[in-house]
């Protein structure tokens, strides 16, 4: 009895634990999910986020992260909720989930510095976030209700499949790139190894030799800048092109504003 008495004061002397609950958000994704495998919790076309805390700040201040290029996605990471992996989204839904976060982090206003286009001094701007739409996808364009497009390249009238990337495939391309670069320091082959990473098929060819084959060449600089072009224009993504007014009056149009860790941050120089 007297054991039991000890027992039950030791554990009302313990202090309880707080369970702290986060406040989160729903985020819709500009793909609306469509390009994502079946059983893929991207699927349903949204992503539950909860709102940035100091633990988010230590991640963006952290140099390690942001000398090897990692800081947005281990933030992205731990914002998100549910069992998304931030490598399968598409570069156009990552950008949205981004902007997502640092509203519900620090707010729609989104204050930077900008240098005046006559005088070249930078001025204080501010632009309001929840204003940047989504650009969605024309889900008519998809083949077969899959991550595929095709495209006849108006100039050498060929046909080509591509796919949208995702953040799994950027960084197969940058560790492909690295790798050419160690080869040769001077090559600079950007443009042609992400082609290769998007196109799928040519003239119903999709074997890996005929498509590098085509790339290297065949692919008139015409139809390349056509196809890229297009490639804009089928992306699920945000729209983060703004007009910035400065205090004399005077006008920009059509100012992308880039996504970066200053994008997080008060103040922050574009």
Known sequence: MEQTQQTQQAQQAQPVQPQYQFPTEEVTLPSKGLIYPEGSPLRSGKITMKYMTAREEDILTNQNYIKNGTVIDKLLQSLIVDMTKVEDLLIGDKNAVLVAARILGYGQDYTF?????????????????????????????MINGKNEFEFELPTSKMSITFKLLTQADEKLIEQELKGLKKINKNASPELTTRLKHVIKSVNGDPTQKTIREFIDNSFLARDSRAFRAHLDTVMPDIDLTFDLTFDDGTVIEDVTIPIGVGFFWPDASI
Request: proline share 7%; hydrophobic share 30%; glycine share 4%.
């Open 113 to 141: 510095k900008y240098p005046h286009p006559d005088t070249g001094v930078e001025e204080e701007l501010t632009i309001d976030l929840t204003e940047a739409e989504d650009k969605l996808i024309d889900e008519s364009l």
